[in-house]
C-alpha cells in the first residue's frame, strides 16, 4: 500500500506560503510514484526475465526417474542372476556328492559279479558257501545304502537305454528280455552299468 503524504495545514492567508506548501506536496508525490514506477524497477525486470522453465524441470525429473527405474530394474536382475548361479553351484554340488562314488561302485560291480558266480556253481555241501552268500549280501547292504540298485529286466520290453543286447532268446516273446547273463545297476537313478540279456525275436 503506497505510503501517504504528509498532512499539512495551508495558510490561506499567505499566497507566497500556500504556493510553497503545494510546490511541497508536489515534490513528495513524485518521489512515492517514482519508489513505485514498475518501469524503474530493475529488480522487477529480471523476475520476469528469469522466470522458471517449467518444461525443462518436468523434462528433468521424467529424465531423473527413468533412470531410477532403470537401476532398479538392473538391481533385480542382478539379484535373480545371482540367485540363479547359486542353485546351479549347489545343483552341481549335489550331482558331485551324488556321483562321486560312480568309478568306486562300478568297480565294485565286478566283486559282486564274481560272488554270484561262485554261489552259482556252488556244490550244495561246500562249507564254504555261506560265508559267501553273506559277504554278497552284505556288499550289496551297502551299495544300496550308498545309492546303487540292481536293474531287473527279465520279462521287461528291451530298452536300448538300460539293456544291452547280446543275443536272440528263442523262448522269449519278441522285443522282451529274456536271459539276463549280467545284472544291471543303476547309481542314484543314472545307469550306472547296463544289463547284459538275450531278448526274444
Do not use: W
Request: hydrophobic share 35%; no cysteine; aromatic share 4%.
Amino acid at each position: 500500500m503506497s505510503e501517504q503524504a504528509p498532512n499539512h495545514k495551508f495558510d490561506t492567508t499567505d499566497p507566497k506560503a500556500a504556493q510553497s506548501n503545494i510546490e511541497r506536496e508536489d515534490s513528495v508525490l513524485e518521489e512515492t510514484l517514482e519508489e513505485f514506477d514498475p518501469t524503474k524497477n530493475s529488480g522487477s525486470h529480471e523476475t520476469i526475465e528469469n522466470e522458471i522453465d517449467l518444461d525443462a524441470f518436468e523434462a528433468r525429473i521424467k529424465e531423473l526417474e527413468d533412470e531410477v527405474k532403470q537401476a532398479k530394474e538392473g538391481t533385480a536382475r542382478a539379484n535373480a542372476e545371482a540367485y540363479n548361479a547359486q542353485k546351479r553351484m549347489e545343483q552341481e554340488a549335489d550331482k558331485s556328492k551324488k556321483f562321486a562314488l560312480q568309478k568306486f561302485a562300478k568297480e565294485l560291480l565286478e566283486v559282486v559279479d564274481n560272488l554270484e558266480r561262485a554261489i552259482e556253481n556252488a556244490q550244495s555241501d561246500d562249507p564254504v558257501i555261506e560265508g559267501v552268500r553273506l559277504t554278497h549280501k552284505a556288499l550289496l547292504d551297502v551299495l544300496n545304502k550308498n545309492g546303487v540298485e540292481v536293474v531287473e529286466p527279465q520279462g521287461e520290453k528291451f530298452n536300448a537305454d538300460l539293456h544291452e543286447a547280446v543275443g536272440i532268446d528263442p523262448d522269449a516273446p519278441a522285443d522282451t528280455v529274456g536271459t539276463v547273463l549280467q545284472k544291471g545297476y543303476s547309481l542314484n537313478g543314472r545307469l550306472l552299468r547296463p544289463a547284459m540279456v538275450r531278448v526274444g525275436q
